[in-house]
């Protein structure tokens, strides 16, 4: 059996590659890719966790939480993309610059 810590290794491994790509990309699909790899590193860590930890409820807390987590992680990338096909129609490419200038101007 894996000892947890290698879990744990893995999870915060993978968040500190989240967060250099939300730190250092440009493009607004590889920053949404980054924010999944950090919400899933989350989820590697709860689960370790409970495997360390969770006596009660059959140990499922950890397990509960993660599929919440999940479900999130899901909706957001529904309305990312969703974003992310609007500023493709409107720029033909997909810049956190672009986003920005969505926005709607006042009429005065």
């Not at 860590?45 to 397990?63: P, V, Y």
């Not at 999940?70 to 957001?76: G, M, S």
């Not at 500023?87 to 810049?95: A, D, L």
Request: charged share 10%.
């Amino acid at each position: 059996m894996i000892p947890p810590e290698w879990y744990l290794a893995l999870s915060g491994f993978l968040f500190a590659g989240g967060v250099f790509g939300v730190l250092t990309q440009r493009n607004a699909m590889r920053i949404l890719i980054s924010v999944e790899i950090m919400l899933n590193s989350a989820n590697l860590a709860i689960i370790a966790f409970n495997g360390m930890f969770g006596l009660h409820n059959l140990g499922l807390d950890g397990w509960i939480f993660a599929f919440v987590i999940i479900a999130v992680a899901a909706a957001e990338a529904a309305v990312g993309l969703a974003i992310f096909l609007s500023v493709y129609r409107n720029f033909g490419e997909i810049t956190v610059t672009n986003i920005f200038s969505l926005r709607e101007k006042e009429v005065n």
